[in-house]
């Protein structure tokens, strides 16, 4: 299994600005760590190069792009069902946000967005018709209280 390098506390704060803001400039990271801004590039090709870093993107807010439903849907599946068959499943669901298969009674956990509660009945009706779900459970979001990016604790 492959082993992510350790991170010092300059990567751990590049990795926290980046987070917060991927379209900061080399030299407004480099303000941010105290660090000049090719010092700051060198840090991140090499946060890349290892596979720290996978990619940059934005953080949309999914209701002003049409997703005003959110809801977390449970999947009780059939036997042992692999994880493999669960990801095949779930990858063709464009409104699958993350998936994980999970400890307990249930197999996995979906999370959803779709415009609205007709889209998310659909959603759990598509669901449920996969040939190794037995059954389904969802809850729906009301509000979102908190959301974090993914960044390195301190």
């Known amino acids: 299994m492959h082993q992510p390098p350790a991170l010092d506390a300059i990567d751990q704060a590049i990795v926290r600005e980046l987070a917060l803001d991927a379209r900061a400039s080399f030299a407004e990271l480099g303000a941010a760590v105290a660090l000049s801004a090719s010092a700051v590039k060198r840090r991140v090709d090499r946060l890349r190069d290892s596979g720290v870093i996978r ?47 999970v400890t307990g009674d249930v197999d996995l956990v979906v999370q959803v967005r779709t415009r609205d509660m007709q889209h998310l009945e659909q959603v759990v009706e598509r669901f449920a018709a996969e040939p190794f779900v037995v059954r389904t459970r969802s809850t729906v979001v009301l509000s979102a209280l908190l959301r974090r990016p993914d960044l390195p604790t301190e």
Do not use: K, N
């Not at 934005?58 to 809801?71: K, S």
């Not at 994880?83 to 409104?95: K, L, N, Q, S």
């Open 55 to 101: 990619g940059f993107t934005v953080r949309l807010d999914p209701a002003a792009v049409g997703w005003q439903t959110e809801a977390f849907i449970e999947l009780f599946c059939q036997g042992s069902t692999s994880p493999a068959t669960m990801r095949h499943a779930v990858e063709g669901y464009p409104e699958v946000v993350a998936a994980s298969t």
